[in-house]
Antibody, heavy 121, light 107 residues
Framework: QITLKESGPTLVKPTQTLTLTCTFS??????????VGWIRQPPGKALEWLALIYWDDDKRYSPSLKSRLTITKDTSKNQVVLTMTNMDPVDTATYYC?????????????WGQGTLVTVSS | VIWMTQSPSLLSASTGDRVTISCRMS??????LAWYQQKPGKAPELLIY???TLQSGVPSRFSGSGSGTDFTLTISCLQSEDFATYYCQQYYSFPWTFGQGTKVEIK
């Protein structure tokens, strides 16, 4: 059974850097083709894809946020970390991590429960 | 960037109705499309991937169709537990993108 769980601060101040950790079990990020992605959802709004890291350390970012995002993995700890710099109130959202299966045609499944991050002074 | 137009944004329906949700792409994506269901306060759940493949455990009243630029999610007989928000997502090319969502509410 695959599970993922996000952790990190619930409140950050404007201009600060956000660091979120996704801790997972039930799969290995050293398995060929596997990936972990980050998606966010502002309150009452739609989902927004942020970043994805593959088993081979290939990293992909949303172009609109690329300058502010860094995604890394620690295979030995079964963790993926997302950092976002220069946080702004518009970045207030629930942040999810999700598993991307080895099958290229598969979607994100499953997702973590999400963590709500509020940006406010 | 591949732009997605998901419609309608709001759908009012009754239990037992057949409902369809559309997702149109700005360019062809083959069949690299997924549909998710999200209930209030919960994470999205994968319903369909590869445009028409039902995820394990998902009821057969859900179906997906389409390829290229036009895709459809159909719920053949709406149940009470199906009132939720539905999102499409393309993963044909980066940046991956989601539709704006369709809220299915009780009429």
């Amino acid at each position: 059974q695959i599970t993922l769980k996000e952790s990190g601060p619930t409140l950050v101040k404007p201009t600060q850097t956000l660091t979120l950790t996704c801790t997972f079990s039930g799969f290995s990020l050293s398995t060929s083709g596997v990936g972990v992605g980050w998606i966010r959802q502002p309150p009452g709004k739609a989902l927004e894809w942020l970043a994805l890291i593959y088993w081979d350390d290939d990293k992909r970012y949303s172009p609109s946020l690329k300058s502010r995002l860094t995604i890394t993995k620690d295979t030995s700890k079964n963790q993926v970390v997302l950092t976002m710099t220069n946080m702004d109130p518009v970045d207030t959202a629930t942040y999810y991590c999700a598993h991307k299966d080895v099958v290229p045609a598969a979607g994100f499944d499953p997702w973590g429960q999400g963590t709500l991050v509020t940006v406010s002074s | 960037v591949i732009w997605m137009t998901q419609s309608p944004s709001l759908l009012s329906a009754s239990t037992g109705d057949r409902v369809t949700i559309s997702c149109r792409m700005s360019q062809g994506i083959s069949s690299y499309l997924a549909w998710y269901q999200q209930k209030p306060g919960k994470a999205p759940e994968l319903l369909i991937y590869a445009a028409s493949t039902l995820q394990s455990g998902v009821p057969s009243r859900f179906s997906g169709s389409g390829s290229g630029t036009d895709f459809t999610l159909t719920i053949s007989c709406l149940q009470s537990e199906d009132f939720a928000t539905y999102y499409c997502q393309q993963y044909y090319s980066f940046p991956w993108t989601f539709g704006q969502g369709t809220k299915v509410e009780i009429k």
